[in-house]
Every structure is written in C-alpha cells, then in structure tokens.
C-alpha cells in the first residue's frame, strides 16, 4: 500500500518513485530511444528521402487501419 504524506497542494505525490510506473518503463524506453537517437544520427545523408519514404503513406494508412479496428474491437467487448 501506498501511503502519503499531506504536503503542499499534493505536489510530492506526483513526484515518488514507490509505487510509480516510471522506473520500470524508462529501462524499456530509455534504451529504444537511445539506439533510435543514433540510427538517426548516423544515417545515410547520401540518399534520397523522397525515394526511401514512397512506401510510407501505404504503412501509415495500414496502421491506422488496424488500430482503428482494434479500438471498434475493444469497445464493442467492452459493451458485451
């Protein structure tokens, strides 16, 4: 159980680390971000974005797709 401490206006409270989902999802992003950060920093500057994005637009609107199905999916479960 968590218990807190009245401080003012419950600002200490935003700030605990018991408790908290923040340890546990920065050892999961953190990493991520730090090899996109170099991915990108390191890329290719000799090739055409144009050509290496043509495909972008049809993975964009797929993904949509599927997320917008799973969230009609999850709700009409929901409602059940």
């Known amino acids: 159980m968590i218990y807190y ?3 003012r206006w419950g600002i200490s409270a935003l700030f ?3 408790g908290s989902v ?9 990493p ?4 996109a950060f ?3 920093y390191f890329r290719d500057k000799d090739g055409d ?3 290496q994005l043509a495909g972008a637009g049809v993975i964009w609107a797929g993904y ?3 997320v917008g199905f799973l969230i009609v999916f999850r709700t009409n479960q929901a409602y059940s």
């Not at 923040?22 to 953190?30: G, I, R």
């Not at 991520?32 to 090899?35: D, G, H, M, S, W």
């Open 5 to 7: 401490t009245n401080g």
């Open 16 to 18: 605990q680390l018991d």
């Open 22 to 30: 923040f340890p546990k999802a920065a050892t999961v992003s953190l």
């Open 32 to 35: 991520c971000a730090i090899i």
């Open 38 to 40: 170099f991915l990108i």
């Open 49 to 51: 974005d144009e050509q």
């Open 64 to 66: 949509n797709m599927l």
